[in-house]
């Protein structure tokens, strides 16, 4: 969801591969995980009886990234409206845009702080991992060779994510409340509870600890300030105006 918007502002992301250029659906970050896309087509030719040609497919994954929130019982937010769609798709900047898995806390915060995020921002944009799941690839490091997790979570994962093969199998980013969306995220990092090395990052002695403290014991505090920079995160670079297009069909240019 996160990561569809940060690099889908302009409904890249639903393209599919054309003769012109490779989308970015498979993606490193996108292949086997972005899921949902015939939920957005349905959405689509829904809102096209009513009103074509009106409501890009960008501003759908906006709002259904909101009302996804709402109804596993998160924060709401007024999405901004008005994007328009792309008319290309870039698989290189979806491998490099979108933070790796892989990286430690100096390299996220400066990751997010190119998009213009704070530190604070983007620890809260991390509690969208209280829903989803994560592949054997993105955690199986983590799960066999770092001392800073949970041993009852090692074996867990070590389960379900053997040492070699299966590297499509998933877990819950967040096993105690996996499809609802609250703050357990962040008391999972405050246990050493989490799944992604990235995620476990924000919780290691560094300098964002105090706010996923804050998140782990306010989840008010945390719904507003998750709402604040979903905001902000939908508004990165989108095409306003008459720049791209309203596509008809959101897997492919008119």
């Not at 292949?31 to 959405?43: E, Q």
């Not at 792309?86 to 790796?100: E, K, Q, V, Y």
Request: a negative charge; proline letters at 4%; one cysteine or more.
């Amino acid at each position: 969801m996160i990561a569809s918007l940060m690099h889908g502002c302009d409904g890249s992301v639903l393209l599919d591969d054309t003769s012109d250029f490779t989308g970015e659906k498979t993606a490193k970050p996108n292949s086997n995980s972005l899921r949902g896309f015939d939920v957005i087509d349905k959405i689509k030719s829904e809102v096209e009886k009513l009103c074509p040609g009106i409501v890009s497919c960008a501003d759908i994954v906006a709002v259904a990234a909101r009302d996804s929130v709402v109804l596993l019982g998160g924060p709401s937010w007024t999405v901004q409206l008005g994007r328009r769609d792309s008319t290309t798709a870039s698989l290189s900047a979806a491998n490099s845009d979108i933070p790796s898995p892989l990286l430690d806390l100096s390299d996220l915060i400066a990751n997010f702080a190119n998009k213009g995020f704070t530190a604070k921002e983007m620890v809260a944009l991390a509690g969208g991992h209280t829903i989803g799941k994560a592949q054997c690839t993105t955690f199986r490091e983590r799960a066999y060779n770092e001392t800073n997790i949970d041993s009852s979570l090692a074996t867990s994962l070590k389960s379900n994510c053997p040492s070699t093969g299966g590297d499509d199998t998933v877990s819950s980013l967040d096993a105690a409340t996996p499809v609802l969306f609250d703050n357990h995220f962040y008391k999972n990092l405050v246990n050493n509870k989490g799944v992604l090395h990235s995620d476990q990052q924000l919780f290691s002695g560094g300098s964002t600890d105090s706010y996923v403290k804050t998140y782990s014991t306010h989840p008010v505090t945390f719904d507003a300030d998750f709402a604040k920079a979903m905001v902000k995160m939908g508004n990165l670079s989108p095409l306003t105006g008459t720049d791209g297009q309203i596509r008809t069909d959101c897997r492919k240019i008119n």
